[in-house]
């Protein structure tokens, strides 16, 4: 905890005073005591009895925090510095003290939720460190009251959400399912998204079916993410030919090897067409039209508009996906406008302007027609 020392409160009183043009005999007279004891103040010698401090607040227009030089936060710099200490001593120290520099590093910076959040953090990440259940229990539950606390607080909604995940991560550890489950419920993702720790938290009470719908359905929405993602990609690093069909081989690979054109073929279809455009830009014209038969007959598939989300190939369980669709297990777009917008794809992209001629070509638009 602060002491009178640490705050400096006889220097902040000398500078408070001089700044105010103020002397030593003046502020005496003010708040009832010689300019001797103002002096002593100032240099260290003595300090203000407690029943001084409202009065010296008040005459220099100040809280009572500011008078003491007590600072209800610290920066974000400060605390990562002493984050970088805490992170050191457990890789250094006997876990009794780095665990002692910890609460002390707590009782010390009281309202430091950023600080208190990667204090937690370091405990649940030194919990294989402890030598018995009984004090991974203590680990556990000390690291849950700092995010516990961080979470009631209320004030960084940024904070909040990290403290949610930190709990939700404790619970877990602690064998508890359920409370895992309640702390998760809502949240977004980060760098550990819902889902794995869901998908964890089900496991851990019994429902391995649950989890297991839990973790296909996040799969499936991160290869669509890339599906997405990667032929942008290819197209913005266009100016490096052999990088951009990197970026389409290795998302068609991927397609491939999760069967995607069974379970999503709206999507697959997209990133064939895709493939195309890149394949017709650099005159390979075979390579385009081998795709956009690929996609022509994906999209062109009736089925994939009646359910364009199919529980098939390694996707055989996507109903935790569902549960969470406004829509349903529907396509945003009608069929007639997916179509159309294929045609528009082909007919209007200078891209395929080699192809226009081209029978084939010719064949595929017609389809759509």
Request: proline share 3%.
């Amino acid at each position: 905890m602060n002491t009178l020392q640490d705050l400096k409160i006889g220097e902040i009183i000398a500078e408070l005073r001089k700044s105010k043009c103020v002397t030593q005999e003046k502020l005496g007279e003010a708040v009832g005591v010689s300019a001797a004891a103002v002096s002593k103040w100032e240099n260290g010698q003595s300090y203000p009895d407690i029943s001084l401090l409202c009065d010296l607040a008040a005459f220099f227009d100040i809280t009572t925090d500011e008078l003491l030089g007590y600072e209800a936060n610290i920066s974000k710099a400060a605390a990562n510095a002493i984050y970088a200490d805490l992170m050191a001593a457990f890789a250094e120290k006997p876990l009794e003290e780095a665990l002692a520099d910890c609460n002390n590093v707590v009782k010390k910076y009281l309202n430091s939720d950023y600080l208190h959040l990667h204090i937690a953090n370091l405990l649940i990440n030194h919990v294989e460190k402890t030598d018995s259940p009984e004090k991974a229990a203590e680990l556990l539950e000390h690291a849950k009251a700092l995010y516990k606390k961080v979470i009631d607080k209320d004030a960084d909604p940024w904070l909040v959400h990290q403290a949610k995940y930190g709990l939700a991560i404790s619970h877990i550890f602690a064998g508890d399912g359920v409370s895992a489950l309640n702390v998760i419920e809502g949240c977004i993702d980060t760098t550990l998204p819902p889902e794995i720790l869901k998908a964890h938290a089900l496991q851990l009470i019994g429902e391995n079916q649950k989890a297991a719908a839990v973790l296909q359905g996040y799969a499936f929405q991160c290869i669509v993410g890339l599906f997405n993602a990667a032929p942008v990609l290819a197209f913005l690093k266009a100016n490096d030919p052999a990088t951009s069909e990197k970026w389409i081989s290795a998302v068609l690979t991927t397609a491939g090897a999760f069967e995607m054109e069974r379970s999503n073929p709206l999507s697959t279809g997209n990133l064939y067409i895709a493939h195309a455009q890149l394949m017709a830009s650099k005159q390979e014209n075979d390579k385009a039209l081998a795709a956009l038969q690929i996609a022509a007959d994906l999209l062109g598939n009736e089925d994939s508009y009646n359910e364009p989300f199919k529980e098939e190939g390694l996707f055989d369980d996507l109903s935790a996906l569902w549960e969470h669709m406004d829509v349903g297990n529907k396509a945003p777009r009608s069929e007639r406008v997916i179509k159309d917008s294929f045609i528009s794809a082909l007919t209007q992209n200078p891209a395929f302007e080699s192809l226009r001629t081209c029978q084939e070509f010719q064949d595929i638009i017609a389809r759509f027609r």
